[in-house]
C-alpha cells in the first residue's frame, strides 16, 4: 500500500489550501511530493514552498496522483478548464469546493475517475478541524487511505455513506463553528442584561467556552450529557437555567430549527 500520492497538486492555497499543505507537510508527506497552483501566494506559503522546497506555480501540466482542489465555489468555472489536463484516469481529484457535487466535478474535469467530495470547517487552520466525506465507487482502497492521512492531519476525518449527507454534515460541523460563536455572543448578551460591564461579559463569555470546550476535549470518554450532569446540582442554580434551555422550544429545538435551515439551504446551493 502507498502511504502518501507520489505526486500531488493543490490548486488554491487560501486559508484552508494554505493550512492544508502545512498539515500535510508536517504529518510527513515529502515536500518533493507536493505543487502547489495558487496565482497569488501568501508570504506563508511563499516561504513555506521556498524554505522546504514546495514547486509553487511550476509549468509541468503532468497528471499527478492526487489533486486537491481547494478553491472558492465562484472561481470553479475559471480554474476547471485551467487543470482539466491535470485530471488522469488514475488522477484522485479531492475536492473541498463547498456545494460542488461529484456530477459538477466529473462534467469538468472528464479525464478523471475517482473523486472525494469532502467537507471541512475552520478549525482546520489551526489542525483541530472536522471533515466527513463521500468517495465515489471508483475510489480504491490507496486513495482513501490519502484522504484519510491528508485530511487526518488537519483534524478529525469520516467517511460518509452517501453523497447528499454532504448537505447535513455541512449544516452540522461546516456551519458548526459560527453557532459556537453566536452562543458565546449571546453568552456575553445576557451578562450585560444581568448588569455587568461590557469587557468583563465577554471576558467571562470567551473564557467559558474555550474552558467548557477543552475540557470536553480533555475529557473525550464522558459524554457531553455526563459533564452537563456533573456541573447540575439539583435545585441549584445550574439547573434552574438548564430547565429554561432545555424546555419544548429551548436550545434543542431552536438546534434543529437552525440546523435544518443550514442543509435545506446547502442543497438548495448544490449543484
Ligand atoms: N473556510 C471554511 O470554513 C470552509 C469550509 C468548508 C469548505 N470550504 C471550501 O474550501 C474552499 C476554499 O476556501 P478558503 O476559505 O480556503 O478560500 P480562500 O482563502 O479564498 O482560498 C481559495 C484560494 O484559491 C485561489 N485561487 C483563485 N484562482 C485560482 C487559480 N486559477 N488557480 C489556483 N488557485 C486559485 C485563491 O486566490 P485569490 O485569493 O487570488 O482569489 C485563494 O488563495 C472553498 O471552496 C470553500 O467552499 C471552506
Do not use: H
Given at each position: 500500500?502507498k502511504?502518501w500520492?507520489?505526486r500531488?497538486?493543490?490548486?488554491?492555497a487560501g486559508?484552508?489550501?494554505g493550512?492544508m499543505a502545512i498539515?500535510?507537510?508536517?504529518?510527513g508527506l515529502?515536500?518533493s511530493s507536493?505543487?502547489?497552483?495558487?496565482p497569488?501566494?501568501?508570504?506563508?506559503?511563499?516561504?513555506?514552498a521556498a524554505?522546504r522546497?514546495?514547486?509553487?506555480?511550476p509549468?509541468?501540466?503532468?497528471p499527478?496522483?492526487?489533486?486537491v482542489l481547494?478553491i472558492?465555489?465562484q472561481?470553479?468555472d475559471?480554474v476547471?478548464p485551467?487543470i482539466?489536463?491535470?485530471?488522469?484516469?488514475?488522477?484522485?481529484?479531492?475536492s473541498?469546493?463547498?456545494?460542488?457535487?461529484?456530477a459538477n466535478?466529473q462534467?469538468?474535469?472528464?479525464g478523471a475517475?475517482?473523486?472525494?467530495?469532502a467537507?471541512?470547517?475552520t478549525?482546520?487552520?489551526?489542525g483541530?478541524?472536522?471533515?466527513?466525506?463521500?468517495a465515489s465507487?471508483?475510489v480504491?482502497a490507496d486513495q482513501r487511505?490519502?484522504?484519510e492521512?491528508?485530511?487526518?492531519?488537519?483534524g478529525?476525518?469520516f467517511?460518509?455513506?452517501d453523497?447528499?449527507?454532504?448537505d447535513?454534515v455541512?449544516?452540522?460541523?461546516g456551519s458548526?463553528?459560527?453557532?459556537?460563536?453566536?452562543l458565546?455572543?449571546a453568552l456575553?448578551?445576557?451578562?450585560e442584561?444581568?448588569?455587568l460591564?461590557?469587557?468583563?461579559s465577554m471576558?467571562l463569555?470567551r473564557?467559558?467556552?474555550?474552558?467548557?470546550?477543552?475540557?470536553m476535549?480533555?475529557e473525550?470518554?464522558t459524554?457531553p450529557?455526563?459533564?452537563?450532569?456533573?456541573?447540575t446540582?439539583?435545585?441549584g442554580t445550574?439547573?434552574a437555567a438548564?430547565a429554561?434551555?432545555k424546555?419544548?422550544?429551548?436550545?434543542?429545538?431552536?438546534?434543529?430549527?437552525?440546523?435544518?435551515?443550514?442543509r435545506?439551504?446547502?442543497?438548495?446551493m448544490?449543484?
Amino acid at each position: 500500500m502507498k502511504e502518501w500520492p507520489a505526486r500531488l497538486v493543490l490548486v488554491g492555497a487560501g486559508k484552508m489550501g494554505g493550512a492544508m499543505a502545512i498539515g500535510w507537510l508536517d504529518a510527513g508527506l515529502p515536500a518533493s511530493s507536493l505543487a502547489i497552483r495558487e496565482p497569488k501566494p501568501s508570504p506563508e506559503i511563499a516561504a513555506l514552498a521556498a524554505s522546504r522546497g514546495v514547486a509553487l506555480n511550476p509549468q509541468s501540466a503532468a497528471p499527478p496522483d492526487m489533486l486537491v482542489l481547494a478553491i472558492k465555489p465562484q472561481n470553479l468555472d475559471q480554474v476547471a478548464p485551467e487543470i482539466a489536463a491535470l485530471a488522469a484516469g488514475n488522477t484522485l481529484v479531492l475536492s473541498i469546493i463547498a456545494g460542488k457535487t461529484i456530477a459538477n466535478l466529473q462534467a469538468r474535469l472528464p479525464g478523471a475517475r475517482a473523486f472525494v467530495r469532502a467537507m471541512p470547517n475552520t478549525p482546520a487552520a489551526i489542525g483541530r478541524g472536522v471533515t466527513a466525506a463521500f468517495a465515489s465507487a471508483e475510489v480504491n482502497a490507496d486513495q482513501r487511505r490519502w484522504c484519510e492521512r491528508l485530511i487526518g492531519a488537519v483534524g478529525a476525518f469520516f467517511w460518509l455513506e452517501d453523497e447528499g449527507s454532504i448537505d447535513a454534515v455541512t449544516a452540522i460541523s461546516g456551519s458548526g463553528p459560527a453557532y459556537v460563536f453566536a452562543l458565546t455572543e449571546a453568552l456575553a448578551s445576557a451578562a450585560e442584561k444581568l448588569g455587568l460591564p461590557r469587557d468583563l461579559s465577554m471576558s467571562l463569555a470567551r473564557g467559558t467556552v474555550e474552558g467548557a470546550a477543552e475540557l470536553m476535549r480533555r475529557e473525550s470518554a464522558t459524554s457531553p450529557a455526563t459533564l452537563r450532569q456533573n456541573v447540575t446540582s439539583p435545585g441549584g442554580t445550574t439547573a434552574a437555567a438548564l430547565a429554561v434551555l432545555k424546555d419544548a422550544r429551548g436550545l434543542d429545538d431552536l438546534m434543529a430549527r437552525a440546523t435544518a435551515a443550514a442543509r435545506a439551504r446547502a442543497t438548495e446551493m448544490a449543484g
